[in-house]
């Protein structure tokens, strides 16, 4: 299963994490959300039918695009 770990600079705190990891988990395919407010950085795993890019897409939307 793909995995990626990603800095997301607008995280600020725990409240930040629980969304990130509530929407993408929403997706069908994604089986792991972990995300630190600390280092904010999350890192994602997923299968089909997800994709990065719709993984991406959905960060973005939710106004935490990874850099």
């Not at 069908?28 to 959300?33: F, Q």
């Not at 993984?55 to 990874?66: D, K, M, N, S, Y």
Request: hydrophobic fraction near 35%; proline fraction near 6%; glycine fraction near 4%.
């Amino acid at each position: 299963m793909p995995e990626r770990t990603v800095h997301i600079p607008s995280i600020t705190c725990d409240h930040c994490t629980r969304t990130i990891k509530l929407e993408l988990e929403e997706l069908d395919g994604v089986t792991t959300v972990e995300a630190d407010a600390e280092t904010k950085k999350a890192t994602i795993v997923w299968g089909d039918p997800a994709d990065w890019k719709t993984i991406e897409q959905t960060l973005e939307e939710i106004g935490f695009a990874p850099e």
